[in-house]
């Protein structure tokens, strides 16, 4: 399982392990968590970076609409998975 390393602005800098990735209307996710093996929280992120940049950015999908959409996604794509 891929291993990041998010460093926010202000903060301690975390790690996440990938869960999956899509791509919905160009826009990349990715799906996280803090814990490799096990149940655990997971986030869904989104790619917000810029064209050109050279390192992703992501944040945090928050807007109800858009999560659902890409959460059902991420749902189908990993059978044993259920997000809430």
Not at 18 to 35: A, C, D, N
Not at 37 to 42: I, Q
């Amino acid at each position: 399982m891929e291993k990041l390393i998010f460093e926010p602005e202000e903060g301690i800098p975390v790690e996440f392990y990938v869960l999956e990735q899509t791509k919905l209307g160009g826009v990349s996710y990715i799906l996280v968590t803090e814990e490799e093996e096990g149940d655990g929280d997971a986030l869904i992120l989104k790619d917000v970076s810029a064209s050109g940049d050279k390192e992703a950015v992501y944040e945090i999908v928050e807007d109800e609409t858009e999560l659902a959409a890409v959460a059902s996604v991420f749902e189908s794509m990993l059978e044993d998975i259920e997000l809430s």
